[in-house]
């Protein structure tokens, strides 16, 4: 199976800071990969797929891209509402599809 | 709107079995595939299985491949996992979520979940 790699673990910020969030793939799986957010007791949401395509109604500080093996999230000028845990997807290696081990992104 | 209820979840013991459903509506379900995911207390995401529109293929990953069954009632706009020879780390929260793509193709990505249900594998 392909391994999601997430880095950080976590990220502690500020309401307005810029924040990214990395995802390597332990091989090359083009441009399949989503992002979805998840806040405690609720199901995840999905963000970005497709590496850089944003979903409908996610808003436009979120941000996607990368391809291969790297990949990145950018959330610019952070948000309340954002401070949650992240999680990227593969979709190349179908039908075992991974996810990484999660980037939480906490309040400073 | 979009809408997907699980249901079926609850404390099981080892060795026995549990059926999960998960009814859809706000969207024409039988031109969507469908997917489980789980997530273990405290634990990231883990995909299990999903099914074609049509549920003429299904797919699963290798934990539960043997064990567990997707299946779909698109007369019902409802989704099933079947699970057998529960194990402890099939504790988690299970939800069922839309694939993307929708119009009888399969995107792997899911655009919509349910809220989930938790199941408990103890003695």
């Known amino acids: 199976d392909i391994q999601m790699t997430q880095s950080p673990s976590s990220v502690s910020a500020s309401v307005g800071d810029t924040v990214t969030i990395t995802c390597r793939a332990s091989?090359?799986?083009?441009?399949?990969l989503a992002w979805y957010q998840q806040k405690p007791g609720k199901a995840p949401k999905l963000l970005i797929y497709s590496s850089a395509i944003l979903q409908r109604g996610v808003p436009s500080r979120f941000s996607g891209s990368g391809a291969g093996t790297d990949f990145t999230l950018t959330i610019s000028s952070l948000q309340p509402e954002d401070f949650a845990t992240y999680y990227c997807q593969q979709a190349n290696s179908v039908p075992r599809l991974t996810f990484g081990g999660g980037t939480k992104v906490e309040i400073k | 709107q979009v809408q997907l209820v699980e249901s079926g979840g609850g404390v099981v013991q080892p060795g026995r079995s549990l059926r999960l459903s998960c009814e859809a509506s706000g969207f024409t379900f039988n031109t969507y595939a469908m997917h489980w995911v789980r997530q273990a207390p405290g634990k990231g995401l883990e995909w299990v299985a999903g099914?074609?529109?049509?549920?003429?293929?299904?797919f699963y990953a290798d934990s539960v491949k043997g064990r567990f069954t997707i299946s779909r009632d698109n007369s019902y706009n409802t989704l099933y996992l079947q699970m057998n020879s529960l194990r402890g780390e099939d504790t988690a929260v299970y939800f069922c979520a839309r694939d993307l793509q929708g119009q009888h193709l399969i995107a792997y990505y899911f655009d919509h979940w349910g809220q989930g249900t938790l199941v408990a594998v103890a003695s």
């Open positions: 091989q090359d799986i083009r441009s399949w």
């Open positions: 099914i074609r529109y049509d549920g003429s293929i299904e």
